[in-house]
Protein backbone atom coordinates (compact mmCIF):
# COMPACT_ATOMS: atom_id res chain seq x y z
CA UNK A 1 0.00 0.00 0.00
CA UNK A 2 0.97 3.51 -1.00
CA UNK A 3 -0.08 6.72 0.40
CA UNK A 4 -0.61 9.23 -2.22
CA UNK A 5 -0.58 13.14 -1.91
CA UNK A 6 -2.50 15.43 -4.79
CA UNK A 7 -4.30 18.60 -4.91
CA UNK A 8 -7.66 19.68 -5.85
CA UNK A 9 -9.16 23.29 -5.76
CA UNK A 10 -6.58 24.45 -3.69
CA UNK A 11 -7.45 21.33 -0.81
CA UNK A 12 -4.01 19.40 0.20
CA UNK A 13 -5.49 15.99 0.34
CA UNK A 14 -4.07 12.31 0.77
CA UNK A 15 -5.84 8.97 0.70
CA UNK A 16 -4.54 4.98 0.30
CA UNK A 17 -4.67 3.12 -2.55
CA UNK A 18 -3.42 -0.41 -3.37
CA UNK A 19 -1.68 0.89 -6.87
CA UNK A 20 0.65 4.30 -7.41
CA UNK A 21 -0.87 6.67 -9.19
CA UNK A 22 1.15 8.91 -11.61
CA UNK A 23 1.19 11.26 -13.80
CA UNK A 24 0.45 11.08 -16.67
CA UNK A 25 -2.01 8.41 -16.38
CA UNK A 26 -1.17 5.36 -18.06
CA UNK A 27 -3.16 3.37 -20.51
CA UNK A 28 -4.74 0.22 -19.16
CA UNK A 29 -3.88 1.45 -15.69
CA UNK A 30 -6.03 -0.54 -13.33
CA UNK A 31 -7.21 0.74 -9.65
CA UNK A 32 -8.60 -0.53 -7.22
CA UNK A 33 -11.44 1.39 -5.86
CA UNK A 34 -11.44 0.67 -1.86
CA UNK A 35 -7.65 0.21 0.18
CA UNK A 36 -8.76 -2.55 2.30
CA UNK A 37 -11.90 -4.40 2.03
CA UNK A 38 -15.35 -2.79 0.30
CA UNK A 39 -18.11 -1.87 2.20
CA UNK A 40 -20.62 -4.87 3.01
CA UNK A 41 -18.10 -7.44 1.54
CA UNK A 42 -16.39 -8.20 4.89
CA UNK A 43 -15.72 -11.80 5.79
CA UNK A 44 -16.72 -13.09 2.07
CA UNK A 45 -14.70 -14.95 0.22
CA UNK A 46 -15.03 -14.81 -3.77
CA UNK A 47 -12.72 -16.01 -6.41
CA UNK A 48 -13.10 -13.65 -9.00
CA UNK A 49 -13.73 -15.37 -12.99
CA UNK A 50 -12.99 -14.02 -16.05
CA UNK A 51 -15.51 -16.49 -18.83
CA UNK A 52 -13.99 -15.50 -22.39
CA UNK A 53 -17.02 -16.08 -24.19
CA UNK A 54 -15.83 -15.22 -27.58
CA UNK A 55 -14.56 -18.14 -29.94
CA UNK A 56 -12.72 -15.35 -31.82
CA UNK A 57 -9.25 -15.37 -30.47
CA UNK A 58 -8.25 -11.52 -31.84
CA UNK A 59 -11.82 -10.41 -30.34
CA UNK A 60 -12.24 -10.22 -26.57
CA UNK A 61 -15.55 -10.56 -25.26
CA UNK A 62 -14.82 -11.20 -21.26
CA UNK A 63 -17.71 -11.36 -18.13
CA UNK A 64 -16.56 -11.44 -15.04
CA UNK A 65 -18.46 -12.85 -11.49
CA UNK A 66 -17.13 -12.93 -8.34
CA UNK A 67 -15.60 -9.38 -8.00
CA UNK A 68 -14.48 -9.02 -4.58
CA UNK A 69 -12.14 -5.99 -5.14
CA UNK A 70 -13.45 -3.81 -7.36
CA UNK A 71 -11.69 -1.56 -9.81
CA UNK A 72 -11.26 0.93 -12.66
CA UNK A 73 -9.11 0.45 -15.63
CA UNK A 74 -8.07 3.77 -17.82
CA UNK A 75 -8.09 3.88 -21.73
CA UNK A 76 -6.56 7.05 -22.27
CA UNK A 77 -6.34 8.85 -25.74
CA UNK A 78 -3.72 10.04 -27.75
CA UNK A 79 -4.93 13.60 -27.66
CA UNK A 80 -6.70 13.98 -24.08
CA UNK A 81 -8.83 16.64 -23.63
CA UNK A 82 -9.55 17.11 -20.19
CA UNK A 83 -12.81 15.28 -20.22
CA UNK A 84 -12.98 11.86 -18.10
CA UNK A 85 -15.47 9.17 -18.71
CA UNK A 86 -16.63 6.58 -15.98
CA UNK A 87 -17.94 3.76 -18.45
CA UNK A 88 -20.26 0.73 -16.54
CA UNK A 89 -20.36 -2.51 -18.87
CA UNK A 90 -23.89 -4.33 -18.59
CA UNK A 91 -24.61 -8.01 -17.62
CA UNK A 92 -27.85 -8.11 -16.34
CA UNK A 93 -26.55 -7.78 -12.62
CA UNK A 94 -25.31 -11.33 -12.97
CA UNK A 95 -21.86 -10.19 -14.70
CA UNK A 96 -19.67 -7.62 -15.70
CA UNK A 97 -19.24 -7.46 -19.64
CA UNK A 98 -15.79 -5.90 -19.94
CA UNK A 99 -15.15 -5.71 -23.68
CA UNK A 100 -17.95 -4.95 -26.05
CA UNK A 101 -19.50 -2.50 -23.47
CA UNK A 102 -16.04 -1.35 -21.85
CA UNK A 103 -12.89 -1.51 -23.58
CA UNK A 104 -14.43 -1.21 -26.81
CA UNK A 105 -16.42 1.65 -26.04
CA UNK A 106 -13.04 3.25 -24.35
CA UNK A 107 -11.59 2.79 -27.31
CA UNK A 108 -14.24 4.80 -29.34
CA UNK A 109 -13.81 7.84 -26.61
CA UNK A 110 -10.45 7.64 -26.28
CA UNK A 111 -11.21 8.58 -30.37
CA UNK A 112 -12.74 11.82 -29.54
CA UNK A 113 -9.93 12.93 -26.74
CA UNK A 114 -11.81 10.95 -23.79
CA UNK A 115 -9.57 9.42 -21.05
CA UNK A 116 -11.76 6.47 -20.49
CA UNK A 117 -12.46 4.76 -17.33
CA UNK A 118 -14.00 0.86 -17.15
CA UNK A 119 -15.70 0.36 -13.94
CA UNK A 120 -15.60 -3.91 -13.00
CA UNK A 121 -18.55 -3.38 -9.91
CA UNK A 122 -19.37 -5.77 -7.52
CA UNK A 123 -22.57 -7.75 -8.17
CA UNK A 124 -25.64 -7.76 -6.17
CA UNK A 125 -26.40 -10.85 -6.16
CA UNK A 126 -22.78 -12.46 -4.75
CA UNK A 127 -23.56 -12.14 -1.18
CA UNK A 128 -22.55 -8.57 -0.26
CA UNK A 129 -24.31 -6.81 2.40
CA UNK A 130 -27.36 -4.40 1.48
CA UNK A 131 -27.12 -5.96 -1.70
CA UNK A 132 -28.54 -3.57 -3.71
CA UNK A 133 -26.67 -0.66 -2.29
CA UNK A 134 -23.62 -2.82 -3.65
CA UNK A 135 -22.90 -1.78 -7.22
CA UNK A 136 -23.95 2.70 -6.42
CA UNK A 137 -20.96 2.40 -3.52
CA UNK A 138 -18.30 1.60 -6.52
CA UNK A 139 -20.05 3.80 -9.11
CA UNK A 140 -19.97 6.58 -6.05
CA UNK A 141 -16.45 6.04 -4.89
CA UNK A 142 -15.11 5.81 -8.59
CA UNK A 143 -16.53 9.00 -9.50
CA UNK A 144 -14.80 10.37 -6.11
CA UNK A 145 -11.36 9.07 -7.10
CA UNK A 146 -11.39 10.68 -10.78
CA UNK A 147 -11.83 14.01 -9.38
CA UNK A 148 -9.27 13.35 -6.64
CA UNK A 149 -6.46 12.40 -9.05
CA UNK A 150 -8.39 14.85 -11.32
CA UNK A 151 -4.62 17.29 -11.32
CA UNK A 152 -2.07 14.38 -11.15
CA UNK A 153 -4.22 12.46 -14.45
CA UNK A 154 -4.74 16.09 -16.25
CA UNK A 155 -8.39 15.83 -16.14
CA UNK A 156 -11.00 18.41 -15.15
CA UNK A 157 -12.55 17.56 -12.50
CA UNK A 158 -15.75 19.27 -13.45
CA UNK A 159 -16.21 17.33 -17.07
CA UNK A 160 -16.25 14.20 -15.57
CA UNK A 161 -19.00 11.92 -16.75
CA UNK A 162 -20.57 8.37 -16.78
CA UNK A 163 -22.55 6.46 -19.75
CA UNK A 164 -23.81 2.64 -18.61
CA UNK A 165 -25.38 0.03 -20.70
CA UNK A 166 -28.40 -2.03 -19.88
CA UNK A 167 -28.01 -3.18 -16.29
CA UNK A 168 -24.76 -0.43 -16.47
CA UNK A 169 -27.62 2.16 -17.34
CA UNK A 170 -29.74 1.24 -14.55
CA UNK A 171 -26.67 1.96 -12.56
CA UNK A 172 -25.55 4.91 -14.20
CA UNK A 173 -29.17 6.28 -13.92
CA UNK A 174 -29.31 5.44 -9.95
CA UNK A 175 -25.78 7.28 -9.67
CA UNK A 176 -26.89 10.09 -11.84
CA UNK A 177 -30.56 10.29 -9.39
CA UNK A 178 -28.96 9.13 -6.39
CA UNK A 179 -25.28 10.48 -6.21
CA UNK A 180 -25.71 12.18 -2.79
CA UNK A 181 -27.21 8.98 -1.19
CA UNK A 182 -25.16 8.12 1.77
CA UNK A 183 -24.60 4.22 1.19
CA UNK A 184 -21.42 3.71 3.10
CA UNK A 185 -19.58 5.32 5.80
CA UNK A 186 -16.44 7.91 4.36
CA UNK A 187 -12.98 6.15 4.09
CA UNK A 188 -10.24 9.27 3.45
CA UNK A 189 -10.39 13.05 2.06
CA UNK A 190 -11.76 11.44 -1.30
CA UNK A 191 -15.15 10.31 0.15
CA UNK A 192 -15.63 14.18 0.91
CA UNK A 193 -15.95 14.92 -2.86
CA UNK A 194 -18.94 15.00 -5.28
CA UNK A 195 -20.38 11.68 -6.80
CA UNK A 196 -22.56 13.73 -8.89
CA UNK A 197 -22.04 12.59 -12.74
CA UNK A 198 -21.09 16.29 -14.72
CA UNK A 199 -22.89 14.57 -18.00
CA UNK A 200 -24.98 10.95 -18.00
CA UNK A 201 -24.79 8.53 -21.43
CA UNK A 202 -27.54 6.07 -21.11
CA UNK A 203 -27.38 2.57 -23.72
CA UNK A 204 -30.49 0.65 -23.99
CA UNK A 205 -30.31 1.12 -19.91
CA UNK A 206 -32.77 -0.50 -17.50
CA UNK A 207 -34.21 2.54 -16.03
CA UNK A 208 -37.55 1.11 -13.72
CA UNK A 209 -37.84 -1.42 -11.49
CA UNK A 210 -42.08 -1.43 -12.49
CA UNK A 211 -43.27 -4.74 -13.51
CA UNK A 212 -44.38 -3.24 -17.15
CA UNK A 213 -40.99 -1.84 -18.04
CA UNK A 214 -38.08 -3.72 -15.86
CA UNK A 215 -35.93 -6.24 -17.02
CA UNK A 216 -37.17 -9.44 -14.70
CA UNK A 217 -33.30 -11.26 -14.41
CA UNK A 218 -31.72 -7.39 -13.63
CA UNK A 219 -34.20 -6.57 -11.02
CA UNK A 220 -34.34 -10.16 -9.39
CA UNK A 221 -30.90 -9.91 -9.22
CA UNK A 222 -30.09 -6.34 -7.32
CA UNK A 223 -33.24 -6.39 -5.50
CA UNK A 224 -33.57 -9.58 -4.27
CA UNK A 225 -36.93 -11.16 -5.57
CA UNK A 226 -39.03 -12.02 -8.16
CA UNK A 227 -41.48 -9.59 -6.44
CA UNK A 228 -39.63 -7.13 -4.53
CA UNK A 229 -41.35 -5.29 -2.04
CA UNK A 230 -42.99 -1.71 -3.54
CA UNK A 231 -41.04 0.74 -1.75
CA UNK A 232 -37.84 -0.82 -3.14
CA UNK A 233 -39.32 -1.10 -6.59
CA UNK A 234 -39.82 2.99 -6.24
CA UNK A 235 -36.41 3.37 -4.49
CA UNK A 236 -34.69 1.76 -7.57
CA UNK A 237 -37.23 3.09 -10.61
CA UNK A 238 -34.80 5.97 -11.41
CA UNK A 239 -37.34 7.35 -13.66
CA UNK A 240 -38.87 8.73 -10.35
CA UNK A 241 -36.27 10.77 -8.86
CA UNK A 242 -35.10 12.73 -11.31
CA UNK A 243 -34.85 16.35 -10.11
CA UNK A 244 -33.43 19.69 -11.45
CA UNK A 245 -29.42 18.65 -9.97
CA UNK A 246 -29.92 15.23 -12.45
CA UNK A 247 -27.04 15.87 -14.80
CA UNK A 248 -28.19 16.90 -18.66
CA UNK A 249 -28.45 13.11 -20.34
CA UNK A 250 -28.38 11.45 -23.42
CA UNK A 251 -29.82 8.33 -24.37
CA UNK A 252 -29.86 6.09 -26.73
CA UNK A 253 -31.78 2.87 -27.84
CA UNK A 254 -33.00 0.24 -30.60
CA UNK A 255 -36.99 -0.08 -31.52
CA UNK A 256 -36.52 -3.51 -31.81
CA UNK A 257 -34.69 -4.02 -28.28
CA UNK A 258 -36.89 -7.17 -27.31
CA UNK A 259 -35.11 -7.34 -23.63
CA UNK A 260 -35.01 -4.31 -22.57
CA UNK A 261 -38.32 -1.85 -23.72
CA UNK A 262 -36.87 1.21 -25.09
CA UNK A 263 -39.65 3.02 -23.02
CA UNK A 264 -37.53 2.75 -20.77
CA UNK A 265 -35.43 5.44 -22.08
CA UNK A 266 -38.49 7.18 -23.02
CA UNK A 267 -39.72 7.43 -19.53
CA UNK A 268 -35.89 8.85 -18.55
CA UNK A 269 -36.54 11.12 -20.97
CA UNK A 270 -40.03 12.35 -19.97
CA UNK A 271 -38.55 13.34 -16.24
CA UNK A 272 -35.75 14.85 -17.48
CA UNK A 273 -37.92 17.18 -19.45
CA UNK A 274 -40.31 17.61 -16.84
CA UNK A 275 -37.33 18.70 -14.33
CA UNK A 276 -35.85 20.81 -16.95
CA UNK A 277 -33.04 19.28 -17.51
CA UNK A 278 -30.88 19.16 -20.93
CA UNK A 279 -31.52 15.94 -22.39
CA UNK A 280 -31.22 14.00 -25.91
CA UNK A 281 -33.11 10.91 -26.99
CA UNK A 282 -32.13 8.48 -29.84
CA UNK A 283 -34.60 5.87 -30.76
CA UNK A 284 -32.61 3.76 -33.83
CA UNK A 285 -35.05 1.72 -36.03
CA UNK A 286 -32.78 -1.67 -35.30
CA UNK A 287 -29.97 -2.90 -33.49
CA UNK A 288 -31.75 -5.08 -31.04
CA UNK A 289 -30.09 -5.11 -27.61
CA UNK A 290 -26.31 -4.60 -26.31
CA UNK A 291 -25.04 -3.49 -29.68
CA UNK A 292 -22.54 -1.43 -27.82
CA UNK A 293 -20.20 -0.29 -30.85
CA UNK A 294 -19.42 -3.94 -32.45
CA UNK A 295 -22.70 -5.38 -33.21
CA UNK A 296 -24.40 -1.62 -33.89
CA UNK A 297 -25.82 -1.78 -37.13
CA UNK A 298 -27.37 1.21 -39.29
CA UNK A 299 -27.75 4.40 -38.11
CA UNK A 300 -27.02 2.89 -34.55
CA UNK A 301 -23.67 2.63 -35.65
CA UNK A 302 -23.73 6.72 -35.41
CA UNK A 303 -23.89 6.77 -31.56
CA UNK A 304 -20.59 7.46 -30.98
CA UNK A 305 -20.15 10.70 -33.21
CA UNK A 306 -23.93 11.80 -31.49
CA UNK A 307 -22.85 11.72 -27.89
CA UNK A 308 -19.36 13.34 -28.97
CA UNK A 309 -21.43 16.31 -30.51
CA UNK A 310 -23.78 16.16 -27.88
CA UNK A 311 -20.99 16.44 -25.06
CA UNK A 312 -19.76 19.64 -27.24
CA UNK A 313 -22.73 21.29 -27.51
CA UNK A 314 -23.15 20.93 -23.87
CA UNK A 315 -19.45 21.91 -22.97
CA UNK A 316 -18.19 18.83 -21.64
CA UNK A 317 -15.56 19.11 -24.23
CA UNK A 318 -13.27 21.43 -25.55
Same mark, same amino acid.
Not at 6 to 18: E, K, Q, R
Not at 47 to 64: G, L, N, W
Given at each position: ?15 A ?24 SE???L ?34 NG ?12 R ?6 G????R ?26 V?LQ??? /? !?? $?????? =? ?5 ? @?S?? &? ?8 N ?9 D ?14 A ?11 I ?12 E ?28 S ?19 ? /? !?? $?????? =??I???? @???? &?????Q ?20 M??
Amino acid at each position: MKLIAYSLTGLVMAFATTLATAAPLADQQETRLWASTAPGSENLTLVETATERSKDPAIRDRAYTNVLNPTMTAYVAAKPNGTALLIMPGGAYARVVTDKEGVDIARAMNAKGITAFVLKYRLPGEGHANRQNVPLQDAQ /R !AI $RLIRAN =AAEWKLD @ASRV &GVIGMSAGGNLAATLGTQFDKAVYTPRDEADKLSARPDFLGLLYPVISMTDKLTHAQSRELLLGSKQPAPELIAEFSAEQHVTKTTPPSFLACANDDTSVPPDNSVSFY /R !AL $RASGVP =AEIHVFR @ASGH &GFGIRQATGSASEWPNLFAAWLGANNMMP
